[in-house]
């Protein structure tokens, strides 16, 4: 069964600080890895990563895929609150692309 | 471009009332999926459409139907609701990019089960 496991569960931090979020995936059948934001509504969509995509850059927000140690890092500098969030990390190698979602990271930047 | 759009946005019931909950996009898309989501388990697969006409069970069907009625809209039916089925809903629709998938998601329903 396909498993995709986030960490730190939940990161509080302060304005200005820079945060790196973990996401480990056990895949039988890798296809992409995708990382999502949710504030107090729908998920939306940040990078998708794949074999041919590695490394995806938006602004103060990157994020890198290690193929050979099956994880991804979401990485987001010079923070602000409205980055605030869950952010979840999932796997689209599944029948049917299906995605498999981790549990997400709740991050909380202060003032 | 509405994207994706559900309805309702809240809705109480009470043990063993049905509802629908509908969702739609317009982004032309073949896939469609309906997912709960309960505090601190993420987000589960309840149903999905790969394309028109097909549908198959996620993680967790029992308890739902669906109905993919055309290319834009895909229902999710609670028949006879119980209070462990109050969770917040969305619905996706996912379109191909580089040999995968993105989904892109509604707004959410907010059901709560007395």
């Known amino acids: 069964e396909d498993k995709v496991v986030q960490s730190p569960l939940s990161l509080v931090v302060h304005e200005g600080d820079t945060v790196t979020l973990n996401c480990s995936y056990e895949v039988t059948n890798f296809r992409s890895l995708l990382w999502y934001k949710q504030e107090k509504k729908a998920p939306t969509f940040l990078f998708m990563l794949?074999?041919?995509?590695i490394e995806k850059k938006s602004g103060r927000l990157s994020s890198i895929l290690d193929k050979k140690e099956l994880f991804s890092i979401l990485n987001i500098t010079a923070t602000q609150t409205g980055d605030s969030a869950v952010y979840l990390c999932a796997e689209g190698g599944g029948s049917n692309y299906k995605l498999t979602f981790g549990k997400g990271t709740l991050l909380t930047v202060n003032p | 471009n509405a994207g994706v759009t559900q309805t309702p946005k809240f809705q109480v019931l009470k043990t063993g009332q049905s509802m629908t909950l509908q969702c739609a996009q317009d982004?032309?898309?073949?896939?469609m999926y309906w997912y709960r989501q309960d505090p601190g388990m993420g987000l589960r697969l309840i149903y999905y459409?790969?394309?028109?006409?097909?549908?198959d069970k996620g993680e967790v069907p029992n308890g739902y139907n669906v109905s993919r009625l055309n290319k834009r809209e895909f229902s999710l039916r609670l028949e006879s609701a119980a209070p462990s089925q109050t969770a917040v809903y969305f619905c996706?629709?996912?379109?191909?990019?580089?040999?995968?998938?993105?989904?892109?998601f509604g707004p959410g329903t907010r059901l709560l089960v007395l």
């Open positions: 996706a629709s996912a379109g191909r990019v580089a040999g995968s998938e993105i989904q892109y």
């Open positions: 459409s790969a394309s028109e006409g097909t549908t």
């Open positions: 794949t074999s041919s995509g």
């Open positions: 982004m032309n898309h073949n896939s």
